[in-house]
């Protein structure tokens, strides 16, 4: 426990100093966490999605033998690679677009192929990603059945004929972000009427304003359970103005094992979108159910436990 808050606020003061400009330049990619025979540890970023992916990750090795523990609400991405890189976690659930721009914000790859392919020859020495995945949370511009049919959408690409009648629910980030209003333009020659902006990252507030037609489009991640809840359309994306973002283990080398290897691709050969989904309705919904118990009952629904 020491070791990790050790480690932790070593990377929060570098994060600090280097103002996140530059995650991979102060920490080396070893590991000060513990000696062989400990558990490794699974960290989680400061959303549910993530400690949940953290529970499911660690669940599956304690199944098959490989001792493993969580540490959630590390934080930001800049601070959990940090972790990973100081060792004081050994594994981090991601998602492979943004991690490659963590590393290269200069990178240009944008489908699924693309990024994985480029993702292993960009990491630090000391750290790597295993099997990505089908499940991919994704920013995606979502409509209501109504206004689909009204403007006759199905792909991002149908919106340039009516984009100028529309208001877009976003974060006030996308304005300027380049998959954002910048990416609506270029690739889709959409320019929306009016940005409406919102903080709560797709949420609640989001939805509420998407139904009662206050915005006819929103930036809704595709893990969010009130797309299927509320019978709404995601736009189609056939030119990657939202990159691939598939789920996937980032982890330190010197705790990984073949057997946690092999345990934990099993796991990303299994795992779906419509998991995650159904996993943040379990934990964020009505059951409120804990992280844990979640993760849990997935791994026996799987047949990861018994």
Excluded: H
């Excluded at 940090?82 to 590393?103: R, T, W």
């Excluded at 283990?249 to 299994?270: C, G, I």
């Amino acid at each position: 426990m020491g070791g990790w808050a050790a480690g932790l606020g070593l990377a929060l003061a570098m994060s600090a100093c280097t103002g996140g400009s530059d995650p991979l330049s102060t920490v080396p990619a070893t590991s000060t966490s513990a000696s062989a025979g400990e558990p490794i540890v699974i960290g989680a970023a400061d959303f549910i999605e993530s400690q949940v992916i953290a529970e499911v990750y660690a669940g599956a090795l304690n199944a098959a033998g490989v001792a493993a523990s969580t540490k959630p609400n590390i934080g930001s991405r800049e601070v959990y690679f940090k972790a990973v890189q100081a060792g004081s976690v050994d594994i981090v659930p991601d998602y492979s677009g943004d991690l490659l721009l963590l590393i290269d914000k200069e990178a240009t790859e944008v489908s699924a192929d693309e990024i994985l392919r480029a993702l292993p020859g960009k990491l630090p020495n000391g750290l790597g990603v295993l099997d990505a995945s089908k499940a991919e949370k994704k920013d995606a511009m979502v409509v209501t059945k109504a206004t689909a049919e009204k403007y006759q959408l199905k792909s991002l690409a149908d919106l340039a004929k009516a984009c100028s009648e529309l208001v877009v629910g976003a974060p006030a980030t996308f304005a300027e972000r380049d998959y954002g209003l910048p990416g609506l333009k270029k690739n889709y020659d959409c320019v929306p009427k009016k940005l409406e902006p919102f903080s709560d990252r797709g949420g609640a507030a989001t939805v509420k304003a998407l139904l009662a037609d206050e915005v006819q489009v929103a930036d809704i991640y595709t893990t969010t359970p009130a797309i299927a809840d509320n019978d709404l359309v995601v736009l189609e994306d056939p030119k990657n103005n939202f990159i691939a973002q598939q789920v996937l283990p980032l982890y330190n080398e010197a705790k990984m094992t073949d057997k946690a290897k092999e345990t934990l691709n099993n796991v990303s050969r299994t795992l779906t979108t419509e998991d995650l989904i159904n996993l943040n309705r379990a934990v964020s919904g009505n059951q409120k159910q804990d992280p844990k118990e979640a993760a849990l009952a997935w791994l026996k629904d799987k047949g990861f436990t018994k």
